[in-house]
């Protein structure tokens, strides 16, 4: 029973243009909403992070936006570089265990 | 500044064999986490820790074990490898639980 999902495995898109990564939880207890970037051979990196008192928070060419009656997180990249291409994971603090929960990751391919 | 640092970066055992994957830190947090990554998934939580002395199950600890001694190190140990335990192991930290995760790069284990 996965918590967190992420429905897209893969995303292509042009450079110059967004790129919207998605996310749904299913738990409306969780409260705080991280995404991770991962490139191959290395591991994840912060990226951006959202507290549920808010519905968005920017951070440069990087926004986040939190749907709570949907239980949805998105992830947008604008404009989208050929340097964005990596793996995006979304997770989610779960203060009633104390641990983050990551979704299954979506591959961002930005073709020059 | 090092952060996270694993060793190996990659290993080959064989079914039956054990072996302990290093981790450390220079960061001086507390909160120390060893996560599996398989193809297509997201990071599975192994073990954690909150401090040293103190360490907990996370979702998937089954065939594996850690100790957590000094503030910096946090091994984990795979006693009678399986194949199921072919995966990408990595370990992170966190200043407090709430706070982002510092991931080192990886260790990618077969078990053949």
């Known amino acids: 029973d996965q918590q967190v999902k992420q429905n897209s495995p893969s995303l292509s898109v042009q450079e110059g243009r967004i790129s919207i990564l998605n996310c749904d939880y299913t738990n409306s207890m969780f409260d705080y909403f991280l995404w991770y970037k991962k490139y191959p051979a290395e591991g994840p990196t912060f990226l951006i992070s959202i507290s549920s008192i808010k519905d968005k928070n920017e951070d440069g060419r990087f926004t986040v936006f939190l749907n709570k009656s949907a239980k949805h997180l998105s992830l947008h990249i604008v404009p989208s570089q050929p340097g964005d291409s990596a793996v995006y994971f979304c997770a989610v603090f779960s203060g009633n265990t104390g641990k983050l929960i990551f979704g299954q990751g979506t591959t961002l391919q930005v073709k020059p | 500044n090092a952060g996270v640092t694993q060793t190996p970066k990659f290993r080959i055992l064989k079914i039956g064999q054990s072996m302990t994957l290093q981790c450390t830190q220079d960061?001086?947090?507390?909160?120390m986490y060893w996560y599996r990554q398989d193809p297509g998934m997201g990071l599975k939580l192994i073990y954690y820790s909150v401090g040293a002395g103190i360490t907990d199950k996370g979702e998937v600890p089954n065939g594996y074990n850690v100790s957590r001694s000094t503030t910096e190190d946090f091994p984990l140990r795979l006693e009678l490898a399986a194949p199921s335990q072919t995966s990408v192991y990595f370990c992170?930290?966190?200043?407090?639980?709430?706070?982002?995760?510092?991931f080192g790069s990886g260790t990618q284990l077969s078990v053949l």
């Open positions: 992170a930290s966190a200043r407090d639980r709430r706070e982002k995760l510092f």
């Open positions: 960061m001086n947090h507390n909160y």
